[in-house]
């Protein structure tokens, strides 16, 4: 089947598979003989059914785990590569932190929001909330806000599942009020 993958396989460049701790099992056989072997079957594609590694195919991935199917607090649900997978890649680890100028962005310009998401994430942090405050719920935030909701009915809604000790531990209320004026 025609993907981009087939075509930056064929054609030179760089193809990025994000969530690569997720990948099934399946999938991994047929990327690592594409890998190993130069070459990988299309056969949906009649008129030539064997693709070809171009030499400036590059193939990186990105994991929230090692593959090892240990999972971490927060990725629990992760697959075990084997290792004939994880030989065809080297592993290093590239730590970086959140962007509050993209999260700044992100909340469209609700100062109040912002500020909110940020020292709840401070707050989980420091207690070791095992939470993950993202960059998606600055966004979120601020289509909820747009919507009409308020920044308390939003972390409301964020914080539906957690424990109320989580809740009582971070002082939600608190993170509201403390957030105000700035």
Excluded at 11 to 24: C, I, K, R, T
Excluded at 76 to 81: E, K, P, Q, T
Excluded at 105 to 111: A, H
Excluded at 125 to 139: G, P
């Amino acid at each position: 089947v025609e993907s981009d993958f087939v075509r930056i396989y064929e054609n030179g460049g760089v193809f990025l598979f994000d969530e690569f701790d997720a990948l099934d099992g399946n999938c991994a056989v047929v990327m690592n003989s594409a890998l190993a072997n130069g070459s990988m079957s299309v056969p949906n594609r009649k008129d030539n059914p064997t693709a070809k590694r171009h030499p400036d195919c590059y193939i990186i991935t990105a994991c929230n785990t090692w593959g090892t199917g240990y999972g971490t607090n927060e990725y629990s649900g992760r697959n075990r590569l084997d290792q004939a997978t994880l030989d065809r890649f080297c592993a290093s680890k590239v730590p970086f932190d959140y962007d509050s100028k993209l999260e700044s962005i992100l909340s469209n310009g609700n100062k109040h929001l912002f500020h909110a998401l940020t020292e709840l994430r401070k707050r989980v942090k420091e207690f070791k909330i095992r939470r993950v405050i993202s960059t998606r719920l600055f966004e979120r935030g601020a289509v909820a806000l747009a919507n009409g909701e308020s920044i308390k009915e939003y972390f409301n809604t964020i914080t539906i599942d957690w424990s109320t000790q989580e809740k009582r531990k971070v002082s939600i209320s608190d993170v509201l009020t403390s957030t105000e004026g700035k």
